[in-house]
């Protein structure tokens, strides 16, 4: 292992499972500020720890990224829950060249590799799993990024409720930029911040935004709400997963730096799954709130502050 270039880590691998190296380079496209694996030079990283994504798209092109970006003899340890894609990592890896060791805990599947001098099958699992315009949507997207095939329920209903906007506002947790989209429709719209945890979904939604009204931010709403204040709306389909767990206390962060980013009686507009009780946490926040819409899945709210 070349112990001149610098060690690698992707993702958040469970400490009590694998070690990372002290001065690792983050390179997890959910970590704002990380570098991108994409850009990594071929040959560049003496090793890499990863947490593979659970989705089989994304997470054979991290892998092949993740291999390609080893100098020669280079070390990958990749490891996921066993139903997270776990079982299919070895596979996936042997079908990349490597010879891999294997072991299991804590329902985990952990596998170490070195870097083969020939690696087969790379350019194709990175092609497929690359940003693409995808045609039935008319929109730029990414295997990984949240609802990267469809319009997510929750925001097609939005969408069918949402009013016509006026003055400065906020996208947070912006996806794909689809709500940003029938925002920017109003010629009253003068400026719109779209905020997004994934580099990749601000990467998409750079390019399907092509408005000089917005601006694009790769940051995590939780620690910077929408990076500024006085706004006169918020809208927002909250995430309550983190790492594919339900957080209820993500939406309800969400809901929190919307209140403080709004002007007094400016509106937010949100859309919830029906079984999240962010009632409670938006009623000492808000002047007023109305139950805009509801179905046997969503409900969507108006809040003034």
């Given at each position: ?253 969400f809901i929190r ?14 859309v919830a799954n ?32």
């Amino acid at each position: 292992m070349d112990e001149t270039k610098p060690d690698g880590v992707y993702g958040a691998p469970p400490a009590e499972l694998v070690a990372i190296p002290e001065k690792a380079v983050p390179f997890s496209p959910l970590e704002p500020g990380a570098r991108a694996l994409e850009e990594c030079t071929e040959g560049g990283l003496a090793s890499l720890t990863m947490l593979a994504p659970p989705g089989t798209l994304e997470r054979r092109y991290t892998l092949a990224l993740g291999l390609r970006a080893l100098a020669p003899a280079g070390r990958l340890t990749a490891l996921a829950p066993k139903d997270k894609g776990g079982s299919r990592l070895r596979k996936e890896l042997v079908g990349f060249g490597c010879t891999v060791a294997e072991e299991a805990r804590r329902h985990y599947r952990i596998c170490t590799v070195t870097r083969p001098a020939q690696l087969s099958g790379i350019d194709e699992a990175v092609a497929a799993g690359g940003m693409r315009f995808a045609e039935d949507l008319g929109l730029w997207t990414q295997p990984g990024i949240f609802s990267w095939d469809r319009v997510d329920p929750g925001s097609a209903l939005l969408l069918e409720h949402l009013p016509s906007f006026s003055g400065r506002g906020a996208d947070l947790g912006c996806g794909l930029g689809v709500l940003a989209r029938a925002i920017l429709r109003s010629p009253e719209v003068e400026a719109l911040t779209l905020v997004d945890v994934d580099r990749r979904a601000v990467e998409a939604a750079r390019r399907n935004v092509a408005d000089p009204r917005a601006q694009a931010c790769w940051a995590d709403v939780r620690a910077t709400g929408a990076g500024e204040t006085g706004l006169d709306f918020v809208v927002m389909n909250p995430p309550f997963h983190d790492g594919g767990a339900e957080d209820r206390a993500l939406g309800q962060s969400f809901i929190r730096r919307a209140a403080e980013a709004l002007r007094p009686g400016g509106a937010c507009w949100l859309v919830a799954n029906r079984h999240l009780p962010y009632e409670a946490v938006m009623k000492p926040l808000f002047r007023r709130i109305a139950l805009k819409a509801e179905t046997g899945l969503y409900k969507i709210y108006e809040a003034h502050a």
